[in-house]
Structure formats: C-alpha cells, structure tokens
C-alpha cells in the first residue's frame, strides 16, 4: 500500500463518490467500501493513499449515529492516514434530528483525534463559495447564499434558512466554532487568526474558501503529516483543498489526464430525487428519446402495492430496452406537489417516514439489480442523494472505485460485488442538484 494520504467517510453514497473522484482524478489511489473494510477487502485494492466508507448518516437521527458511527470512525483511524475526513454535502443541509453534522463531530472527535478540526465546505470547481462564513451556491443561471437558493432553500427534509455555516452548525454541537475568514486569508494573516481562534477555545474552524488562492490556503492549513491524524469536516472541497496543496508542496504530479467516458449503447437509469433541476434533466432526456416510467411513490406506503409497482416497472423496463430504447425510472419529476403528496400520504397513514423511504430506496436498487442480471446492461445512474445509499445497499456491492468522469461531483464507478451477475457494473451516482441539463444523455453518450 502506498503511504495513506487520507481516509474519508461520506454521509451519503453520492457525496461519497464525489470525494473518491476528486482524489482518483488527482493521481491519488482510492477505493470506497460499503461497510468497514477487512484486511482482506483493502487488500484487494494494492496501493491505496486514499480509501473511503460509503454511509447513509445523512437521512438518519443522533441515536443512529450513536450505534453506527464509532466502528466507521476507527476503520479510518486504523488506515493510518494523516486526516480522517467525514464528509458532508456541500449544501450542508442537516439538521439536529436529521444528519445531525454536530452529532457526527462529537462523535468522531475522540475516536480520529486533533487539537482542531478544519471544516471546509467551499469548492469552487462544483460552484461552491464560503465568504465571512457564509455559503454560497451556483445553479445553472446563478450563485444564491444558501438561505436564498432556490432549491436548498426549499428542501423537502432539511430545509436550509441559514447560510452562516457557524450559526447551523451550532445549533449541533456545544463545541466552539471560529472562522478563518477571507480578510485574513487575503491579507496573509491566516497563521495568525488560526493561533487567535485556538487560543480562545475553538474546537471546530471553518476556513473561507471562494478562490484558488483560499483553496489552497486552506490545504495548507488541513495538511497534517507527522502531527498524529485530524478529523476534518466538509464537502469534497476538503479533497480539492488538498489536492491544491498537495501539488504545490510536489507531494503529488501537478497533473494527471483522467480515463475518457465511452459511450454505450443502452443506459438505464433510477431516479428518486425531487429537486427540480434532476427533473429538468429527466425532461432533456425524454426529449432526446429516453422512455420514462413514472413510478408512483406513494405505493411504498403498502410493502405489496410497493412489490406490484416495481415489478410491472421491471416488466416494462426489461421491454423497451430489448427494444433499444433508454429507460428512466423515477418516483417524483421534482414538483413541489409530488414530495407534499408522499408527506400528507405518510402523514395521513401513520407510517415512519424513514421507513418508508427506505423501502423506496431499496426498491430502485432491487429494480437495478434485477435489470442488470437479466440483461448484462453495462451502465446505469442512480439519481437522488438518500436513493443512492439505499440502492447501492440493495445491490450488495463491497466497493467502488473509479472509472472516469462524468460531471463534477457525479464520476462513473465500477462496481465492486462477489455477485458475477452485479460485479463490474458501471454506475454513477448522482446528487439532485449536480450535473447539467444533458447529464442523462451525457451518462450514456460519454463526454
């Protein structure tokens, strides 16, 4: 194995593989495991810097972090990597009682070590920006702050009303949180306001990050070789903060010219995300010929209404691809009416939310799996966030790594299963809010 560089948990399957892009794409090493890898599972990946876990702790609560977290935390530890990094969605919508960040720290802290710990959620390369502790984010038209963004604003779940990365975040977490903002950084007195804010007690320090200047400032700040680990906390701008770093002190090549994305001739697709821009994708998509099957998601409420739906989806899917076409399957287009009808029907059934879309999330997964081993279909995308962890869960995989890229934030993976008829599926996971407009067609076609 190579000398480890980092290990990473991600609290969704998306985010996750958004990390491994970023370093795979750097010239770094790295594997993704579902579970806590076994000497014997990295083993099988010669020459890893870099290896990450795969986790869902953005759609659970505190008590699930409490029971689930620990182990995952000292796989990292264990890898021997100088940052251990939990690794959040670069909108870092959360909540105290829903992928509670705070929770994450607390928990991680003790386990992975440091006198501090770096949160970097800017990544300008995915159109992120922190200024004065504020987070900004670009869609396809503009850059909103956070609390005005027309999506995160308006989330389903976790609904973000504040952009000051400090003030949510302290609503988490008692630990302390200080600010190395962009004046500083600016002016060259980083070193300096990183002493100050120590001195007083911040345990957690959010670096502002809008520019190559502030990335790779905040790299620098991050890299700790040959001080013991640190938990850092952030988006992939972490990685592209490192990267940054990395390069500038030789530690790595100062380019590496990733794999081309082939084309294929079919492509299948799940999609269980409600942002509006995933639906403006689909609609581009059934434009260009993709046959969409709209699959009603408030029939997960019924485990046997759910089995029925997805079986004639199955049914239908296996038929148009036989036929050559491309086939989305999607339980929402992204309209506000679509997810406030699956709530009122939770709500009004007195089913577990959480339940409910888990089972949703699984059943995508299963509906993958069962079109991949009845046709060998060499590609596919998974779109939605929580879908995503649940769907890869279904599917049984041990790992994923890299293949090439796709979108930033979205690469496509080679699946990793001691399942023949899964192993070696190319599969890219994709938030709701990444890619543009082409990026179903993109998916297929190669760039």
């Not at 720290?105 to 501090?116: H, K, N, R, S």
């Not at 949160?119 to 850059?143: C, E, H, K, S, W």
């Not at 520019?211 to 013991?228: F, P, S, V, Y």
């Not at 079919?266 to 969409?292: D, L, T």
Request: hydrophobic share 45%.
């Amino acid at each position: 194995m190579a000398d480890p560089i980092l290990a990473f948990y991600g609290d969704d399957f998306t985010g996750s593989s958004a990390v491994m892009e970023v370093l795979s794409f750097a010239g770094i090493p790295t594997a993704m495991f579902l579970e806590p890898p076994s000497a014997e599972d990295l083993a099988a990946f010669p020459g890893l810097a870099a290896m990450g876990i795969a986790g869902v702790a953005r759609s659970r609560d505190p008590a699930w972090m409490e029971d689930n977290l620990p182990a995952s935390f000292a796989a990292l530890t264990d890898f021997g990597a100088p940052i251990v990094h939990y690794k959040v969605c670069s909108t870092f919508d959360s909540s105290p009682t829903r992928g509670s960040i705070g929770k994450a720290i607390d928990i991680g802290a003790p386990i992975a070590g440091g006198a501090w710990h770096p949160l970097i959620v800017g990544a300008p390369a995915i159109r992120r920006y922190q200024a004065f502790g504020n987070l900004f984010a670009g869609t396809d038209d503009d850059v909103y702050r956070l609390d005005r963004h027309p999506v995160m604003s308006r989330h389903p779940v976790t609904p973000m009303h504040e952009a000051d990365v400090k003030l949510h975040l302290s609503r988490q977490t008692c630990r302390n949180i200080g600010l190395v903002d962009l004046a500083s950084i600016k002016s060259g007195r980083t070193d300096h306001i990183l002493a100050e804010q120590i001195k007083v007690g911040a345990e957690i320090i959010a670096i502002d990050v809008l520019d190559d200047q502030t990335l790779a400032e905040a790299g620098r700040l991050l890299w700790n070789e040959g001080r013991g680990p640190v938990l850092a906390v952030g988006s992939q701008g972490v990685e592209y903060a490192l990267v940054a770093h990395l390069r500038a002190i030789g530690r790595i090549a100062p380019t590496f010219e990733p794999p081309q994305l082939a084309a294929v001739d079919r492509i299948f697709c799940v999609s269980g995300s409600c942002s509006p821009i995933n639906s403006a994708q689909i609609a581009a998509a059934e434009a260009q010929g993709f046959f969409i099957i709209d699959l009603d998601a408030t029939r997960a409420l019924d485990p046997a209404e759910w089995n029925f739906a997805l079986d004639r989806a199955l049914q239908m899917s296996l038929a148009e691809l036989a036929r050559g076409r491309d086939v989305i399957v999607a339980t929402a287009r992204g309209s506000d009416a679509s997810s406030l009808r699956l709530k009122e029907a939770i709500t009004s059934s007195g089913s577990s939310a959480a339940v409910v879309n888990d089972r949703i999330g699984a059943g995508l997964g299963k509906l993958l799996a069962d079109v991949r081993s009845r046709t060998k279909l060499r590609r596919a995308v998974v779109a939605g966030g929580d879908t995503s962890g649940h769907a890869m869960t279904a599917l049984g995989l041990t790992a994923l790594s890299v293949v090439a890229p796709l979108a930033p934030g979205a690469p496509v993976c080679r699946a990793h299963s001691r399942d023949a008829a899964i192993d070696g599926l190319e599969v890219t996971l994709k938030g709701g809010q990444m890619g543009t407009r082409n990026f179903f067609i993109q998916a297929k076609t190669g760039l």
